[in-house]
């Protein structure tokens, strides 16, 4: 029932340390999922340094889901959008042709508190990469959500088991947040051919493996795998039909090597707007070191 099992990475993104579960050299994708990160779990201190936010930066190719288990992230874009997140809540920005945002921890750095979630990135079908960008803010109780006997489960974007996420999406996907108490079992169909669960706290077991915190199991085509939680847990499962080869570099995604020159030219030149709120810094582009984008599969 599982293809194989990712161990998410430690990643210094300079003054924060992330898990990075996607790309990994096991799996590039899984579906439209080409990118998976961990924040946390970390105690922010007050007076948390300004160098620890993500400042400007740009995207082309796909949508960005931030999704927080706890903590507060605040938002800007080059659309003029400025928004609060909190747990469980959405933040689905779709980059299209381009588009720049900023991620700032000023509620922590005023108040200090917990920082807890994800941030995944969903690449576009190569007809919609050069779609217009947009931004969508969900409620958490405006999300599909179901208790039953110790499960709670909310569907953060996509079709599962019949229900259907608000969140509009380019491709056939699902993206759900399961909480388990001890000893219950959920089933997670096979309506998608690429589907894998990422535990976040806890341990489970799928089909009878054991599955560690920070890791994610990748599942096998066309069956229905169930999860057991050995004690109290929180799991994570994504996945959708696959999209095919993609190129990554840096926070570009295309079908097209080409396509992501011209986006780092665009973004060394100054040609790609800063947020409406946040325009007086910017990430500049890392160094390639001589390296071609890599395609992801």
């Given at each position: 029932m599982i293809e194989h099992v990712i161990n998410q990475r430690q990643r210094d993104l300079g003054a924060f340390v992330v898990g990075r579960v996607l790309p990994s050299a096991q799996r590039r994708m899984v579906g439209p999922y080409i990118f998976f990160d961990r924040m946390g779990p970390k105690q922010i201190a007050a007076g948390l340094p300004r160098e620890a936010d993500i400042r400007p930066h740009p995207h082309i190719g796909l949508s960005t889901i931030t999704y927080l288990f706890d903590g507060h992230i605040t938002h800007r874009d080059s659309l003029g959008f400025e928004q609060a997140i909190q747990p469980g809540e959405v933040n689905w920005m779709t980059a299209g042709r381009g588009i720049t945002h900023s991620e700032r921890f000023e509620h922590l750095r005023s108040h200090g508190g917990p920082l807890d979630g994800v941030q995944a990135w969903v690449a576009l079908p190569e007809e919609k990469e050069e779609r217009e960008p947009g931004f969508w803010h969900h409620r958490a109780d405006a999300l599909p959500e179901w208790r039953d006997s110790g499960i709670h489960g909310r569907l953060i974007a996509g079709h599962l088991a019949g229900l259907q996420s608000p969140v509009e999406t380019d491709s056939p996907q699902f993206y759900v947040h399961w909480q388990l108490r001890a000893g219950t079992r959920i089933s997670l169909p096979a309506e998608y051919p690429e589907r894998a669960v990422y535990v976040a706290s806890g341990e489970v077991e799928l089909d009878g493996q054991r599955i560690e915190p920070g890791s994610m199991a990748v599942l096998v085509s066309g069956k229905p795998v169930t999860i057991t939680a050995i004690g109290d847990a929180v799991v994570m499962a994504l996945g959708g039909e696959p999209l095919g080869p993609r190129y990554i570099d840096w926070n570009f995604v295309?079908?097209?090597k080409e396509r992501i020159d011209q986006a780092r030219a665009d973004w060394a030149a100054g040609r790609m707007k800063l947020p409406d709120l946040d325009?007086?810094?910017?990430?500049?582009?890392?160094?390639?070191?001589?390296?071609?984008?890599?395609a992801r599969r």
């Open positions: 295309s079908s097209s325009n007086r810094e910017f990430t500049p582009a890392p160094p390639r070191f001589g390296k071609e984008p890599e």
